[in-house]
Nanobody
């Protein structure tokens, strides 16, 4: 059983920073994908960042240079450090996991076909 719980969202002024946290516990598999996704005003869920079993990461073009995905595998915690936030970043952010291959690299973890999803945490950026 996999349970994902996000936290860290809130309302903040443009240019500020937030750090999202996803508690996923221990995943009893040799490898797995973790990723962050968001659903904004367009109501279309999109991949934001992914991290693979090898620790490599991948980012959406819209957040490159501003967001950083990381994890503490021993603690089963996924992070998304978001800097220089913009109004367009306003969305509900979801963490997700997939333990079926492919999961080696971050690029493998940017697909919407994830197996487990958190309930989301809301991020609102004001100008």
């Amino acid at each position: 059983q996999v349970r994902l719980v996000e936290s860290g969202g809130g309302s903040i002024q443009a240019g500020g920073s937030l750090k999202l946290v996803c508690d996923y516990g221990r995943i009893p598999y040799s490898g797995y994908c973790m990723g962050w996704f968001r659903q904004g005003t367009r109501n279309e869920r999109e991949a934001v960042a992914g991290i693979g079993a090898d620790g490599s990461t991948s980012y959406a073009d819209s957040v490159k240079g501003r967001f950083t995905i990381s994890r503490n595998s021993d603690q089963g915690i996924l992070y998304l450090q978001m800097n220089n936030l913009e109004p367009d970043d306003t969305a509900t952010y979801y963490c997700a996991a997939r333990f079926r291959p492919p999961f080696l690299g971050g690029g493998d973890c940017m697909s919407l076909n994830m197996d487990y999803w958190g309930k989301g945490t809301r991020v609102t950026i004001s100008s």
